[in-house]
């Protein structure tokens, strides 16, 4: 069973940027699909990206990140990143690190992932 800790959280002024990097330990970290969850205050938890196996395989962003954030991962290191630019106020959130076996972006959206982080805060400031 895979386990996952987040970091690279703080607080930025909008229109800045912030990488967020989650490490993997135990299991076999190619076997996971990888994702990057958030949940502002008072909302619930929200999918925001995730990336298939291997580290040039198929990505999933949610239509408000697109083009401002971008999830990638290293094998090697057993690491997944989430690069985060033109960060904006409504960003403000815990943002989670996730892992499935199985790389159903639709299905994550809906129901999750089956490992998770405990989260890395990330503040934005207008």
């Known amino acids: 069973q895979v386990q996952l800790a987040e970091s690279g959280g703080g607080l930025v002024q909008a229109g800045g940027s912030l990488r967020l990097s989650c490490v993997a330990s135990?299991?076999?970290?190619?076997?996971?699909?990888m994702g990057w969850f958030r949940q502002a205050p008072g909302k619930e938890r929200e999918f925001v990206a995730a990336?298939?196996?291997?580290?040039?395989?198929?990505?999933y962003y949610i239509d408000s990140v697109k083009g401002r954030f971008t999830i990638s991962r290293d094998n090697a290191k057993k690491m997944v990143y989430l690069q985060m630019n033109s960060l904006k106020p409504e960003d403000t959130a815990v943002y989670y690190c996730a892992a499935d076996l199985l790389f159903h972006p639709v299905e994550f959206e809906k129901d999750g992932m089956a490992y998770w982080g405990k989260g890395t805060l990330v503040t934005v400031s207008s």
């Open positions: 990336i298939s196996w291997s580290s040039d395989g198929s990505t």
């Open positions: 135990g299991g076999t970290f190619s076997s996971y699909a």
